[in-house]
């Protein structure tokens, strides 16, 4: 494990490209602290995003062991064309069912599950019902306008959940090789540090923690 120290003013705008995946822990003091991993639990709205967060999902259980459970939450939205609720559900599970080929592949234990309920309070619920280890979700869905003004379902899991969260951005075809674990000293900054070892327990681990100058604020404000 190294540990690196630095001071910053502002994040440049190149920093919005750059790969970015998040596993994130809640500050409150009820949140499941992680200790092996043996249930996954990964959301999907069916989008592109969700299909990368999948993916990564079945890597993971693959290389511990693990259940995994792909679950798609029904939200009760208005629809031009209302389909009877027993058609849409096996609808919805036989779509699942195709996305769970890639955890088929790697030999993965894999669960199908549909609810109908709001988006977040249905996946938290699931996983506390499972012992959900870890919770997976793709950085964006279906829903970007949306999201623009309430928040991604990524977001809104991070606040409230109270197990460990995995946002996943991009692609990968391997176990994660190395992590950056920022940290401010607070208790959910060790638990996201003891998060990440057991997580990828092959990888190098980065500690970071970034401090800035009383009044650089002011002073970068003034020279601009």
């Known amino acids: 494990m190294s540990v690196a120290i630095g001071r910053t003013v502002a994040f440049n705008q190149d920093m919005k490209n750059v790969e970015t995946r998040a596993l994130t822990t809640s500050r409150r003091t009820c949140m499941n602290i ?86 977040v309070v249905t996946i938290i619920q699931s996983a506390q019902k499972m012992m959900a280890d870890l919770i997976v979700v793709g950085a964006h869905g279906h829903h970007s306008l949306r999201d623009n003004f309430l928040g991604t379902t990524a977001e809104k899991l991070v606040r409230k959940a109270s197990s460990p969260v995995l946002v996943v951005k991009q692609l990968s075809q391997s176990a994660y090789r190395r992590v950056l674990v920022p940290t401010d000293f607070s208790e959910a900054s060790r638990q996201a540090l003891a998060a990440a070892s057991i997580l990828a327990p092959g990888a190098g681990i980065d500690l970071l923690h970034v401090y800035g100058f009383w009044g650089e604020e002011q002073l970068s404000m003034a020279h601009a």
Do not use: W
């Open 34 to 119: 992680m200790t092996t991993i043996r249930n996954v639990l990964v959301a999907s709205d069916f989008s592109e995003q969700a299909q990368v967060a999948i993916h990564r999902a079945a890597l993971i259980c693959q290389e511990h062991g693990a259940k995994l459970k792909l679950l798609h939450v029904i939200e009760a939205l208005p629809s031009p064309k209302p389909i009877p609720p027993d058609q849409l559900n096996e609808e919805t599970r036989q779509q699942l069912q195709a996305e769970s080929g890639v955890a088929v592949s790697l030999g993965v234990d894999c669960d199908c599950q549909v609810e109908t309920g709001k988006n």
